[in-house]
């Protein structure tokens, strides 16, 4: 049973612990991204652009992990990108 919390992070080059923290954290920006559109559909004034960019912040980070066999850490750290890591953000 173990060997499933496992296999997965080990094919994209992580442990469970990193795996579970990457996927967490973008986890709570698509859910930010959600509330973002959720307060401009009351309030269509704000987060106007909140959400679709962090969605084309996310999706890029996606692709870029996939490209590049996951070696980014950007997700966590906020650090600026490097040839084989994606920029990402929070919502502000």
Known sequence: ?????????AAVG?????HFVKAAVFGGQLI???LACVVHAVLPFLFQDTASQLIDKLNTAMQERRMHGAVSDNLVSGNPPTTTESATSSIG
């Open 14 to 18: 992580e442990s469970y612990p990193q």
């Open 32 to 34: 930010a991204a959600g």
């Open 1 to 9: 049973m173990f060997q499933r919390f496992i296999e997965h992070p």
